[in-house]
């Protein structure tokens, strides 16, 4: 079945370290997004990419770092610079960028703090 | 960016008809109007959208009011997989157009 994997599921990070979220999906998409959700607080957007080799930032962008050099697969680096990086992160993809085309999420990575 | 106004929470019993009302009176001409759900600990999932007629799929039915600046998602028949937090979100057609999601309306389905 085609959809979007997240790993891991959970994940520890010391202080002053980076930690890298894995996101892969086998739907054949262009654009790739990763979001952020605090508790209780809807989505915010963090980077998306609509092509290979290029992303922009979104929203909440500082301490934060991607890389999209192959289609199908979009990492996020959750960098030392993140002060406060406990969340539930969640990668998602649509076919290509566009208010009409809807967004498969995978089932996302929780950070916490060690 | 457009925003969008639900209740924070609504009941429903089983098996009956659910209405998930949302605002959305600054929307734009060219904004579509996407529904998504979110289980605890899960990622989203897509229910809806549609621009300015009403739309159907085996999930739900969306209802949008003839000046647009409201919307509804139908649930025909509440089930208990149906609670979870629903997501009323407004996204426009261009490659520079963003989900914004709020906080959504929670929706809670009693046996």
């Known amino acids: 079945d085609g959809g979007i994997t997240q790993s891991p599921k959970y994940l520890f990070r010391k202080e002053g370290q980076n930690v890298t979220l894995s996101c892969e999906q086998n739907l054949n998409h262009d654009a790739m997004y990763w979001y952020r959700q605090d508790p209780g607080q809807g989505l915010r957007l963090i980077y998306y990419?609509?092509?290979?080799?290029?992303?922009q930032k979104g929203d909440i962008a500082e301490g934060y770092s991607v890389s999209r050099e192959k289609k199908e697969s979009f990492p996020l680096t959750v960098t030392s610079a993140q002060k406060n990086p406990t969340a539930f992160y969640l990668c998602?993809?649509?076919?290509?960028?566009?208010?009409?085309?809807?967004?498969?999420f995978g089932d996302g990575t929780r950070l916490s703090i060690l | 960016d457009a925003k969008t106004t639900q209740p924070n929470s609504m009941e429903s019993n089983e098996e009956e008809p659910v209405h998930l009302p949302c605002n959305h009176s600054?929307?734009?001409?060219?904004?579509?109007i996407h529904w998504y759900r979110q289980l605890p600990s899960q990622g989203p999932e897509y229910v809806i959208h549609g621009l300015t007629s009403n739309v159907n799929n085996r999930m739900a039915s969306l209802a949008i009011a003839e000046d647009r600046k409201s919307s509804t998602l139908i649930l025909h028949r509440a089930t208990l997989r149906d609670a979870a937090v629903y997501y009323c979100i407004l996204s426009g057609p261009y490659n520079t157009d963003k989900l914004i999601f709020g906080t959504g309306t929670r929706l809670q389905v009693f046996p």
């Open positions: 600054t929307i734009s001409g060219t904004d579509y």
């Open positions: 990419s609509q092509i290979v080799n290029d992303f």
């Open positions: 998602a993809s649509s076919p290509y960028r566009g208010g009409n085309q809807p967004q498969h």
